[in-house]
């Protein structure tokens, strides 16, 4: 077996463990510079990255599976390699021979699992043998006991049930363009359909940064509901705009690109490490500034704020499948204070006239519709606009009853569907 294709599989089987034993994010332990995957090429980082993400988006049914040909649960170590395993050979497709001899490769490479070599032969063997007969027809799994009880009571069964459907779908790639003229021309080069809100989508896998394009900064990848807070300004010519905890920096170019003198403000230095650099690749120009929002004070009002604040992401689970696994760890109540005084502190940066966008990727009432009734009831001078869903190409189901716009990933279900946002929209009275 090619050392690489091994490489990708045992980094792989690290960020599974960092996830399942050690309870960490997924994208921390991605952003750690001595994490699994430094050293990899990047096809391997790509491909031990999807692996990984794969594995955690169908573990529950993958975990069934396995607990038919297993008599007692295996070291975690090992499980994790015959989930690997399993995701390989039940849902990527790979050649049975490669999938096996890697799986029986890593485990037989560690001193602490070697002994666990003939097991996971004959495990894996097993799901060679049987395994789709027993995933295929499985239900999509449901979200955690908890998680799903509190989204029933916010939006119903029914929805919940497409929603969870929607995870298990993953996300395709949605690019935004720096050049929105160019849509048809790129969507010919990338082999991408256009969006209605937009945008291009991809459904087929590659490496970023070797597509056409990439190198010349004429686009980056955004998913398409994170392109609507900053959609839902009018024209920004000229305007002064503040991006409020802007990283990794989509909606930063996306304003840049529409015309604004954007300042954009995040408290991680490593993160908006990510925000220089995609600016650089685009050409796009805007003032960076690293600090906390709560103890900035800008020396200037703006003429707009968009604040896609801290949230539960609970929105974004269709690509970070271990969001629910560690949905435990979340302290929603903090966030929700956060949150608040996030705004309560913009405000006193807005000036009259100005427009305040405020957005989560929450699927929570309490970090969206929640927020906004707060808002509305709140002494401070603001107006509540209301937004049109069917003007930036969403579906109207989008819209909420007091204006809002409630996005949820099970919308566009046939065509790949959605992250989960909220959006709403505010002016400071003069």
Not at 102 to 112: D, H
Request: hydrophobic fraction near 45%; proline fraction near 5%.
């Amino acid at each position: 077996m090619a050392k690489q294709g091994l490489e990708a599989r045992k980094a792989a089987a690290q960020l599974l463990n960092a996830v399942l034993s050690e309870q960490r994010l997924l994208s921390e332990v991605l952003d750690r510079r001595d994490g699994p995957l430094v050293g990899l090429a990047p096809a391997e980082r790509a491909r031990a990255q999807s692996l990984a993400t794969t594995t955690l988006r169908y573990l529950g049914r993958l975990d069934a599976v396995l607990a038919r040909f297993l008599t007692k649960r295996p070291p975690p170590a090992v499980h994790n390699i015959l989930r690997l395993c399993a995701a390989e050979l039940l849902i990527d497709g790979i050649a049975p021979h490669g999938a096996v001899d890697a799986a029986v490769t890593l485990v037989k490479n560690n001193r602490r699992t070697s002994h666990f070599s003939g097991l996971t032969n004959a495990v894996a063997r097993k799901l060679v043998a049987d395994g789709a007969t027993h995933f295929d027809g499985q239900a999509p799994q449901h979200l955690p006991k908890e998680f799903r009880q509190h989204m029933i009571g916010i939006y119903g069964r029914e929805i919940t049930d497409a929603i969870e459907a929607a995870h298990e779908q993953g996300a395709p790639v949605d690019i935004s363009l720096k050049d929105a003229s160019r849509l048809d021309e790129f969507a010919d080069r990338l082999d991408a359909v256009v969006l209605p809100t937009g945008g291009l989508r991809m459904y087929h896998n590659a490496q970023i940064s070797a597509l056409d394009g990439f190198d010349a900064g004429d686009w980056w990848i955004q998913d398409a509901a994170a392109t609507i807070p900053a959609r839902c300004f009018g024209d920004l010519k000229g305007k002064r705009v503040l991006d409020l905890c802007a990283a990794p920096g989509g909606k930063t170019m996306q304003l840049a690109a529409m015309g604004a003198d954007v300042t954009s403000l995040d408290i991680s230095n490593y993160r908006m490490k990510r925000v220089r650099e995609n600016l650089k690749r685009t050409g796009l120009n805007a003032e960076l500034v690293v600090a906390d929002a709560m103890e900035w004070e800008p020396e200037i009002q703006f003429d707009a704020i968009l604040i896609d604040a801290p949230c539960s992401a609970t929105g974004t689970v269709r690509r970070h499948p271990d969001l629910p696994l560690l949905i435990d760890q979340l302290n929603l109540y903090a966030l929700v204070e956060l949150q608040q005084a996030m705004v309560s502190k913009a405000l006193k940066w807005l000036k009259p006239n100005g427009e305040l966008v405020f957005s989560t990727c929450s699927l929570f009432a309490e970090e969206g519709e929640d927020q906004s009734d707060w808002l509305v009831d709140e002494d401070n001078g603001l107006t509540h606009l209301r937004l049109s869903p069917t003007d930036m190409g969403l579906p109207q189901d989008a819209a909420t009853p007091t204006g809002d716009l409630r996005l949820r990933p099970d919308f566009w279900a046939a065509e790949g569907g959605m992250d989960g946002f909220f959006v709403a929209k505010f002016q400071m009275n003069a």
